[in-house]
């Protein structure tokens, strides 16, 4: 999809300044422990990234915008409301010399799903922006603070290597490093509203997540801690969408798998693999069975 001004004048027709990767952001673990005066909930989750996601590319242009392109191209909004705008706006009011750029966002997640989607493109937004269009010399990095005005997601999406979030998300911490992880992502084809589903959790006064291994050995201890966590937005997300379900069982199900629960307020349900030809084999699979299903193997 292209805005009004169309493809012909968009990028691709200038030099490329620069290009940057939009990692799908998975919570392999989220647990909802509090809920703050003014409606957000408190967070203490485990997130990893994912070798696939969205990408950005700058070209210089004399007609600045946004094209948007990619197989979840449709339905998203190139106007002054969208994330990576609302990110590039930012970046110049606090000083960077943003000039005349034409972004191209190819988009590769589904919308609304769970895995970080917009709040990747605002953060890969930024990271773009501070290479290519950098703030006066001396001046610091503006970054982190407009991730957490962008989104809750945003800062932890700035970041994108595995981390603890706590917080309404914006809280960052390392994690013990964690061994390749051989995932599958399957999406039903539904978009979720997130507040919608934080409606309708029942209880946010959770326990956080158990204290940490000084380091996960291999892929089945990060398995066998993960059992005694949970993804609590999963039992109202489901409530609402019985379709999850259908994908958390039929990812249960699959030869090899470790572990599937729900990604963020979901739709995608995340499967963890022993290795990548188990999940390759369980992605092809399953796509077979559900060709309406957005199936990907890929590894964090
Ligand atoms: O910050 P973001 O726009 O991603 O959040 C979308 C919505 O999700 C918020 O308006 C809020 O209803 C809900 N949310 C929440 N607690 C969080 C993050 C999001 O209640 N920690």
Redesign the pocket.
């Known amino acids: 999809m292209t805005d009004a001004n169309g493809p012909a004048h968009g990028a691709g027709t200038g030099a490329v300044l620069g290009a940057e990767f939009a990692p799908a952001k998975i919570n392999l673990a989220l647990h909802v422990t509090g809920r703050r005066a003014g409606?957000?909930?408190?967070?203490d989750s485990l997130v990893v990234f994912a070798a696939i996601g969205d990408s950005i590319v700058a070209t210089r242009s004399d007609l600045p915008g946004l094209d948007i392109d990619g197989p979840f191209a449709d339905g998203l909004d190139t106007g002054p409301d969208n994330l990576v705008h609302r990110a590039a706006r930012a970046h110049e009011a606090a000083g960077g010399r943003v000039g005349n750029l034409r972004l191209r966002l190819t988009k590769r997640l589904p919308v609304a799903s769970g895995i970080g989607g917009g709040?990747a493109d605002a953060a890969a937004t930024l990271r773009l922006l501070a290479a290519i269009a950098p703030l006066p010399a001396g001046q610091p990095d503006a970054a982190p603070a407009i991730a957490a005005t962008l989104?809750?997601?945003v800062p932890m999406c700035l970041r994108s290597t595995p981390l603890r979030a706590t917080g309404?998300?914006e809280r960052l911490a390392p994690v013990p490093s964690l061994p390749r992880l051989p995932i599958i992502l399957v999406n039903p084809g539904v978009a979720v509203s997130?507040?919608a589903v934080?409606q309708r959790l029942e209880r946010a006064d959770n326990p956080g997540l158990p204290a940490f291994p000084p380091e996960f050995a291999d892929i089945a201890a990060l398995a066998h801690w993960l059992r005694a966590t949970r993804n609590d937005l999963e039992a109202p997300a489901t409530a609402a969408l019985p379709v999850i379900d259908d994908v958390l069982t039929t990812v249960r199900a699959a030869a090899n798998c470790l572990l599937a629960r729900m990604s963020g307020s979901g739709a995608t349900v995340f499967g963890l693999f022993a290795d990548d030809e188990a999940a390759t084999s369980a992605a092809a699979r399953i796509a077979a069975l559900h060709p309406d299903w957005w199936v990907v193997a890929t590894h964090a």
């Open positions: 409606g957000y909930h408190l967070l709040s989104g809750a997601d309404i998300g997130t507040p934080f």
